[in-house]
Nanobody, 119 residues
Framework: QAQLVESGGGMVQAGGSLRLSCKAPRNIFSVFAPSHMAWYRQSPGKERELVASITSEHITNYADSVKGRFSISRDNSRKMVYLQMNSLKPEDTAVYYC??????????WGQGTQVTVSS
């Protein structure tokens, strides 16, 4: 079983919304709760880029391109991280990846979920 499992991707028209979810089924609470969690994305021909991150203290950080449109959150009791994406634009089209950095600095990635925004 994978360490991180994303879901919620799909196709949507510009201006629409999607909510991505990332589950950490193999984590125990004491491992997940202190982890730094993030969402990255990668579109064809481009490098993977940070979209949003959230610390164990729920401090969030966003890429300038998504500020005011995207919101990251986490539920430690469920070992879940979410990315609410509103006012989507065609340039948001990419594969979105969940990322975890644990207290011991080990890093994990999900398999990715495709988001396609049509104009």
């Amino acid at each position: 079983q994978a360490q991180l499992v994303e879901s919620g991707g799909g196709m949507v028209q510009a201006g629409g919304s999607l909510r991505l979810s990332c589950k950490a089924p193999r984590n125990i609470f004491s491992v997940f709760a202190p982890s730094h969690m993030a969402w990255y994305r990668q579109s064809p021909g481009k490098e993977r880029e940070l979209v949003a991150s959230i610390t164990s203290e729920h401090i969030t950080n966003y890429a300038d391109s998504v500020k005011g449109r995207f919101s990251i959150s986490r539920d430690n009791s469920r070992k879940m991280v979410y990315l609410q994406m509103n006012s989507l634009k065609p340039e948001d089209t990419a594969v979105y990846y969940c990322n975890q950095v644990r207290q011991d600095s080990s890093t994990y990635w999900g398999q990715g979920t495709q988001v396609t925004v049509s104009s």
